[in-house]
């Protein structure tokens, strides 16, 4: 076991969502010590909790948080159609019930509660938040889904195109893209490590979830003036 991760305990575990589909959770708690609060990770697209997340949850715990994590549908170890979002909502609402249950348990009650989200997992925080805003206590957000550069976002009329195969040929990888690691990682050692984890997407956007991610995008950036989370900064649940 490597030093750091001496003093955490690791656990995996599968639950089922209320459309039937297993999905895979994990956990890095603190091993003989009081934890400070709880935080709950929201991964990116294509990405995983358990490997990708693993060196962060262990500097959390070694500061004395417990730390959640969920594989979505279709995402890392999680059932369902690899890269496939059908439904954002329903992705939410999964992380939602989990989370919530997490919060929930005897030894949690009293504990504050903390979002971190990276990339589209930073849209599944905010709108986790906007869902039950009275619930949380604060967020971190690393490059948030939640606005499309002018010069990125597509015309009206490509949108009204893509809403339409959309209903047509939903789970069809045609969507062209660069590299979504050469994008995420600017790190060649992280890169490398992404690449080999064989639980990560790597090919090309489905057309629903590209749609998806464009709707729920489009949506934020015009909505944003609608949440106000707690002044919670990383500083500040950092030790």
Known sequence: MEPEAEN????EDYITNSRGLKLFTCSWLPRDRERKALIFFCHGYGMECSITMRST???LVNAGYAVYGIDYEGHGK???????????????DDCSAHFTSISERRENKEKMRFLMGESMGG??????????????????????MCK????????PLVINILTKLT?????????????????????PEVRKQVRENKYCYKGRPRLKTGYECLRISLELEQRLNEFSMGKKTKSQINP
């Open 8 to 11: 955490v305990t690791y656990e």
């Open 57 to 59: 949850a262990v500097r």
């Open 78 to 92: 999680s059932d369902g159609l690899t890269a496939f979002i059908n439904s954002f909502d329903d992705l939410v």
């Open 123 to 144: 849209a599944v925080a905010l709108l986790l938040h906007r869902k039950t805003p009275e619930f949380w206590d604060g967020a971190v957000l690393v490059a948030p």
């Open 148 to 155: 499309i550069a002018e010069d990125a976002k597509p015309p």
């Open 167 to 187: 209903n047509i040929i939903p789970t069809w990888k045609i969507i062209p893209t660069p590299s979504i690691i050469d994008l995420a990682f600017k790190v």
